[in-house]
């Protein structure tokens, strides 16, 4: 047994003599290799959130397959916050993100896809207080260089003149291996008070999804003065104000800033929500429309309107109620009535508007077309029409929150008393605010329901207050199964409607996007009535559970007493 344990004992001191001889020929081999890291800018300890300065030669361009990396046994972490890379100097910021040891020892150096490519000679050890530095926003740079003065550009999507356009400095990027300073005080933001939590995987997923403007954030503040206060925080960062409205009939400032490509979006929303918790920030998301083409085997092309009772009696009814759509724009044919029509595009000047087929649908699904058989459910109506969908590459069209902001705004101001909203896209807390601001004001919102590729309803339909809407068809089935949750508040019909196109022709049409404009009709039909859920509840017909149930809401929306 001694004998055993005597040739284990040297068996494994064998073994590591040859792990040594190997690791010492590595670090020669890379070193003919040219890549070579000579010295580090610390010799005593770094914190997480502080900047790595990596000297020496060989270093080449930085690669999606070159990366910076931190080792321990045979754990490898990734510095993905690369702020410098050349030749011979890297500078690089330790991520908060990852669960790096307070006084572990990692050895530092760069592989090209899963091979090492420079010496394993140099290690870095981190601190035994990690104080866990916030790396954009919690300091700024250690002496502002002098301020080159430029003018901020008025957001076009404004319905109102620009009160103020302070001017707001650039600042150059860090030096590669300057030190922060002492933490400065934080933004005095207070007049929105605290929005609700957004989970941090919630970003993340976002960012991944790509349903987002590129390198923008959106902040709403209560005023100028604090979106002013906005701008001196993060210009400190090189971050810069793209754009900034004051949407006075919502009483807020709605400011997008411009991330520089040193940073992700995703790490700015998150770093911001810490250095200011009641700060209302998000990514500037898209949104799509909820609608899909069909082709009907039903013998009549307006079932629709014997499915919901509605006859002359409802047609001829004069609602005194203006009826907002926020959508792609509505086509200016003859076949659709205009004089009912207030139309404004909120796009800016060189965006490529959205074809207009479905706002034209939704139009003739309201104000009808007796040219195509199309009877309309309120042909009498005024419909206020914002146009904010555009044309992208490759045909997607799509809007983004920033400009439904601005289109309720407008809504607001011309005094629209219902509206519709037929797309969907991620929970956005500048829009929720928006929308919560609308609601306090007694204007009914209505949405179509939807559901996303992870099968989670979308918003502004899931939001408390919203009116949500999903579609049914002939046979009062679901248009789709996934659509439901607690949330849901109406059925209506929403399979194969007959409805126009831009060009007039009439065609089948699909989706939740044409069953929300049928419950925004109805509560057009209540007039001076209280707009609640508890004026129409009453008058549907139960499709589901006995009540209220996450498949069908309160039902299928009759409207036999509505016209008074």
């Given amino acids: 047994m001694l004998k055993l344990r005597k040739n284990n004992l040297v068996y494994c001191i064998k073994m590591f ?63 993905t916050q690369i702020k410098q890379w050349s030749d011979s100097e890297i500078s690089a910021q330790l991520p908060t993100a990852l669960k790096l040891g307070k006084s572990h020892s990692y050895i530092l150096g760069i592989v090209e896809g899963a091979r090492w490519v420079s010496n394993r ?7 035994d207080t990690v104080k866990q530095i916030t790396p954009v926003f919690k300091t700024p740079p250690p002496t502002p260089p002098t301020p080159h003065r430029t003018t901020l550009t008025a957001n076009p999507n404004s319905t109102q003149p620009e009160e103020s356009k ?31 939590s957004v989970d941090l995987e ?52 709605v400011t997008v800033l411009h991330i520089p490509g040193e940073y992700t979006t995703a790490d700015v929303v998150q770093q911001l929500r810490e250095s200011a918790p009641e700060l209302w920030v998000d990514f500037n998301h898209r949104y799509k429309l909820l609608d899909a083409d069909s082709r009907s085997t039903l013998d009549s092309k307006n079932w629709v309107y014997d499915m919901l009772g509605w006859t002359e009696v409802h047609r001829d009814c004069q609602p005194r109620r203006k009826l907002g759509i926020i959508d792609t724009g509505i086509a200016q044919i003859a076949l ?73 705004n407008w809504m607001v101001e011309e005094q629209v008393t219902v509206i519709n909203l037929s797309f969907g896209g991620p929970h956005n807390l500048a829009v929720e605010i928006a929308i919560g601001r609308v609601l306090e004001k007694g204007i009914v919102v209505v949405s179509a329901a939807g559901i996303d590729e992870q099968d989670e309803p979308l918003y ?56 929300a404009p049928i419950v925004l ?24 559970e006995s009540g209220k149930d996450k498949h069908f809401g309160w039902g299928l929306i009759l409207v036999h007493d509505l016209c008074r």
């Fill in 17 to 79: 003599a040859v792990f040594v001889i190997l690791q010492l020929l590595s670090i020669n081999a890379n070193a003919k290799n040219g890549v070579v890291i000579k010295k580090l800018n610390k010799t005593s300890c770094y914190d997480i959130g502080e900047y790595i300065g990596v000297m020496g030669k060989g270093f080449g361009k930085t690669s999606p397959t070159k990366k910076l990396v931190l080792q321990a046994g045979a754990k490898r972490h990734v510095i």
């Fill in 121 to 127: 000679d140099k290690r870095i050890v981190l601190c």
């Fill in 166 to 196: 302070p001017d707001v400095p650039v600042v150059s990027r860090l030096g590669p291996f300057q030190q922060r300073p002492a933490p400065v005080q934080t933004m005095n933001l207070n007049g929105l008070g605290a929005p609700p």
């Fill in 202 to 253: 919630t970003n993340k997923n976002v960012a991944k999804s790509k349903a987002m403007e590129p390198n923008e954030v959106v902040v709403v503040t209560a005023t100028l003065d604090e979106a002013t206060a906005l701008a001196q925080f993060v210009q400190q960062y090189n971050i810069r104000v793209k754009r900034r409205s004051n949407y006075r009939s919502l009483q807020l400032v």
């Fill in 336 to 408: 659709i009535e205009q004089k009912n029509i207030k139309h404004k595009s909120l796009l800016s000047q060189g965006v490529k508007p959205a074809k207009m087929n479905h706002g034209t649908a939704v139009a003739s699904l309201l104000l009808g077309s007796a040219q195509r058989n199309i009877p309309g459910l309120l042909p009498n109506a005024t419909v206020y029409s914002a146009g904010i969908f555009r044309e992208r590459a490759e045909n997607q069209v799509d809007t983004t929150a920033e400009l439904i902001i601005a289109a309720l």
């Fill in 460 to 515: 502004p339909a899931a939001q408390e207050g919203v009116i949500a809407v999903r579609a049914i068809d002939a046979g009062g089935k679901p248009f789709s199964k996934k659509i439901q949750g607690d949330y849901i508040d109406f059925s209506a019909p929403g399979v194969d409607l007959w409805l126009l196109n831009e060009k007039g022709d009439g065609r089948y049409l699909s989706g939740s996007s044409f069953a």
């Fill in 521 to 544: 009709a109805s509560y057009a039909l209540l007039n001076n009535n209280v707009s609640t859920n508890d004026s129409l509840k009453n008058t549907v017909r139960d499709l589901g």
